[in-house]
């Protein structure tokens, strides 16, 4: 397989995943003259309704998947949470960005968290945890509060339980013990923020502007650009994003978040090697957007340097919001996405709303 970082328009990009991030991905790719081939398992998810071609099966469907890699010049995925043998498979016939290993860190919490030990950079105090008598002996080591998480297929704070006191163990009992967890030190958060690095050609790199994220139940609710956050702050965060990407050997898109403490220090919470929803505002408040540049680097087009045109918050709308978006589009700045998923289920993401400060 050789590589073949120069990818003319008319070429087929292949998106494994077929949600909003896919659809953002996809429409990207066609307004730079790129047709989208997506991988999926659900004919009807967003994705797919803006693509040129679809391949609906399993992600495990070893057979679609090489002929769906035969058909592309190059692929991405949209979410983490398959299996990273894939991306072997996919190796077989084309170029596929990211590498295996940064998914298979990025996929799983434990394995992501000492990552960033190895690196050096700090995170929050954490153990492996297997079972209920571990979680027990831990969390009386590590003190409260806590948070425990699924060590992989965790997302929108799903999987995840807050530990305020010893008295909270007791009802963790009967969680599913066949799989890992990790727990870690519910921190005392001043901000969380992330950062978003695209790596193209000849290892150029370009940064998005950090935003601020507002979570609610674990959910992002909305991010604000700029952050407002100490200029140190911001090259540290800068840095330390730099310093993975390059560790994962990134071409294409790396997102970090943050949280930031009462002391002002960084932690680092996760990373995610694709587009990141705290970085839709991307699509209106700057000279490009996250999908676009994601595009350029994986086709080895040059990187354009990222300009903040605009002050924005970007809000999400949830499934139990979306009858309620015209609250927010009586705002005569804003810029609404919808993503047209079939159902609009409680704390499921439906769209997003640029609103922006010109
Ligand atoms: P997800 O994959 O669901 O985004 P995260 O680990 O990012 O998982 O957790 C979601 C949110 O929950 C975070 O953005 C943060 O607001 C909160 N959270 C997660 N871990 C901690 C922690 N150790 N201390 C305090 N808050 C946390
Ligand atoms: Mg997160």
Redesign the pocket.
């Known amino acids: 397989m050789s590589y073949n970082l120069n990818i003319s328009p008319g070429s087929t990009i292949g998106i494994i995943g077929g949600g909003q991030l896919g659809k953002m991905m996809a429409t990207a790719a066609s307004q730079l003259g790129y047709k989208t081939h997506i991988f999926t398992n659900n004919i009807n998810s967003p994705a797919a309704q803006v693509s040129n071609k679809v391949t609906v099966a399993n992600y495990n469907n070893h057979e679609k998947l090489v002929s769906f890699a035969s058909s592309v010049d190059v692929a991405t995925i949209e979410f983490e949470n398959i299996d990273s043998n894939i991306i072997d498979i996919i190796l077989q016939k084309t170029q596929v960005y990211p590498n295996k290993k940064t998914l298979s860190i990025a996929q799983n919490?434990i394995k992501e968290k000492t990552h960033m030990q190895q690196l050096g950079i700090k995170v929050?105090d954490?153990v492996t945890i297997n079972n209920y008598e571990n979680l027990i002996y831990h969390a009386n080591i590590l003190g409260y509060p806590?948070?425990l998480?699924t060590a992989t297929l965790?997302?929108?704070?799903?999987?995840?339980y807050f530990i305020k006191n010893q008295s909270n163990l007791k009802q963790l009992s009967s969680l599913n013990w066949n799989q890992e967890y990790i727990l870690?030190?519910?921190?005392?958060?001043y901000k969380?923020i992330s950062s978003i690095i695209v790596t193209g050609v000849n290892n150029t790199s370009e940064f998005f502007p950090i935003a601020e994220?507002y979570?609610i139940n674990?959910?992002?609710d909305k991010s604000i650009v700029p952050a407002k956050i100490h200029q140190d702050i911001y090259k540290q965060a800068q840095m330390i994003t730099l310093k993975i990407a390059q560790s994962l050997n990134i071409i294409g898109i790396l997102t970090v978040?943050f949280?930031i403490t009462y002391q002002q220090k960084l932690l680092v919470?996760?990373i995610a090697p694709r587009p990141h929803n705290s970085g839709h505002w991307s699509l209106n408040a700057c000279n490009i957007s996250q999908f676009e540049q994601l595009i350029n680097a994986i086709c080895g087009l040059p990187l354009k340097p990222i300009k903040l045109l605009f002050p924005c918050t970007m809000q999400n709308i949830l499934g139990q919001d979306i009858y309620n978006h015209n609250n927010y589009i009586k705002m005569p700045n804003y810029h609404l996405t919808i993503y047209g998923k079939e159902e609009a289920h409680d704390n499921r993401k439906m769209g997003h709303i640029n609103i922006m400060d010109y």
Request: glycine share 14%; net charge negative.
């Open positions: 919490r929050a954490f806590l948070i998480k965790g997302y929108d704070g799903k999987g995840q870690e030190k519910f921190i005392n958060i969380e994220n979570h674990g959910i992002l978040e949280f919470n996760e």
